[in-house]
């Protein structure tokens, strides 16, 4: 603290020194220098007060916004950042600490019983509209994303989305594809002979071609065409999302975009997909006017078409989507779906691969359900509630390796308190996932692998509160494709342990632990990951 004290002091000195030699040299210049100075003033003006701590927010413990900007610039990884600037301060304000964001100022919440009322309260803490708001509509993020969608809206607008919402995701496991689509990721397996695979890679056109499936039933074949139109444009546009300057300086993007022709183009291909999703949806309704989708499977149907049929209710909470309003939650459901599952099946086999011990359990819980014959078998969807090991090295995974970083924020209506901290009104306030699955405070040994954490009567059980695991959320806004990525993930899993002995390089910079890049927003990616498949004997 006495470093920061020492740099703050000097930061205003020199702030100080800095004034006094411009009222000294004033009087020397022309007009304009006059017009200059006063705007340079007033830009520095605004910095100093966005960058300072309000004095609303002064009763807690907080990360000075040029610490935590330095740590951004200079690269230091997620982790790293999260256990230096927020982890160490845990019990200094009750498991809450303030830190600058794109967004201004926001608290962290660390404390499980605090995140419990923060999820569970949203008539206090709804999700904060300033999340979409602040970037113009002409911003790549806002064109792609829409004014709202399930995940920003709030009230009744809220309701009436997850309404028509709730029955397409508790009808939709279609585990049939699932295993069809891991099919033809283990032909790209075999077609490596043994040799190193870059495996996020696989994994994240396994899953494109997952959401492109069941999003709205169109094949995207990225698992063995990686450079197709549809998945170029998308990685393109996705790409951009949270790139420097345009995050911090979005005036860059909406007034000057004419000297930023990479950018120019990540909008042209942004336009090509808005095309390709309008007509996905209009032939869409064309053929279920023509077609009797009762004769399909509901488990097997694609998502749009799901929500199609459940959005013909008779009330106003009940009416259909209109055909923006099903863009908006389809590419939603496209950006945050493929993601985080491909990220947890990557650093899921990467677990099983370093712990052989953990990957032989596991392997051997599928086999006594599937057997080991030598043709290709997945789970039926009643078997993929008999591989309860296999589930809790998911879990861990999802722990250690939490494929979102931070929760929307969630906005204070009122000045309230949490746990005994008076949050303000109109307070901005987030969960950091590091900072609460690898808290020392609340794990033994958080950066060890340990699917028996969540065995009966095992960590997470002992725990005071269930909110210090949160890998989907919690509350009544729990993500709601948790089940879709749990059973999705489980027939990967199980078909890839059935036919594979896994295993890390021997020169792998992941040797002693998993090594992550710069993060995307959502997820914090792993840095050039490769695995080894090298089939079983006893599996063609």
Known sequence: MASIDSMVSQ???????????????????????YITTAIALYIGAKIYNVLSLPKSLRHIAHVPAPVWMSSLMRGETTLDRTKRLLISRMTETNGMVCKFSQLGWEVT????KAIKTLLQ??????????????????SLIRRYFGKTNLTLANGHEWMRRRKIANPAFKRALPVKMFARLTSQASEQLDQSNGAPVMIASLMQRFTLDVIGLAGFGFDLNSIS??????????NDVADGFMAFPFI?????????????PNRRKKHEQLTKLDGFFESIIEHKRETLKNVNS?????????????????????????????????????????????????????????????????????????LDVLGDAQEEKFPTIQQLRQFPYLARVMKETLRIASPPVNLVQRIAQ???????????????????????????????????FNPDRFSEGGELESMDSSYA???????????????????????????????????????????????????????????????????RNQVI
Request: proline share 5%.
């Open 414 to 448: 009122h000045d309230t308190e949490l746990e005994g901290v008076v949050i303000p009104k109109d307070t901005l306030l987030t969960v950091d996932f590091y900072a609460i699955h690898h808290n020392h405070h609340l794990w033994k040994n958080p950066e060890v």
């Open 121 to 138: 309260r949203t008539d206090i803490f709804p999700k904060s509209e300033v999340t979409i708001d602040n970037f113009d509509s002409r």
């Open 225 to 234: 065409s990686p450079d197709g139109q549809w998945v170029t444009a998308y």
């Open 11 to 33: 930061l205003l000195q020199a702030r100080h020194g800095f004034l006094d030699n411009i009222i000294h040299h004033l009087g020397k210049h022309s007009k304009a220098t």
């Open 294 to 366: 009762e004769s399909v499977d509901d488990n097997e149907k694609d998502l749009l078409t799901l929500l199609m049929e459940a959005g013909r209710g008779e009330d106003d909470d009940s009416e259909p989507l209109t055909n923006q309003e099903l863009r908006d939650e389809l590419v939603l459901f496209f950006f945050a779906g493929h993601d985080t599952t491909s990220h947890a099946l990557t650093c899921a086999l990467y677990y099983l691969a370093v712990n052989p011990d953990i990957q032989e359990k596991a392997r051997q819980e599928v």
């Open 469 to 535: 695991y949160l890998p989907f959320g919690g509350g009544g806004r729990q993500c709601i494709a948790m089940n879709f990525s749990i059973a999705e993930q489980k027939v990967v899993l199980s078909g890839l342990l059935r036919k594979y002995d896994i295993s890390l390089p021997e020169n792998s910079i992941h040797k002693h632990s998993l090594q992550f890049g710069p993060s995307t927003g959502l997820i914090v990616p792993t840095k050039d990951l490769e695995l080894k498949f090298i089939r």
């Open 109 to 112: 919440v660390m404390n499980p």
């Open 248 to 260: 911090f300086l979005p005036i860059l993007e909406t007034e000057f975009i004419q000297f930023f």
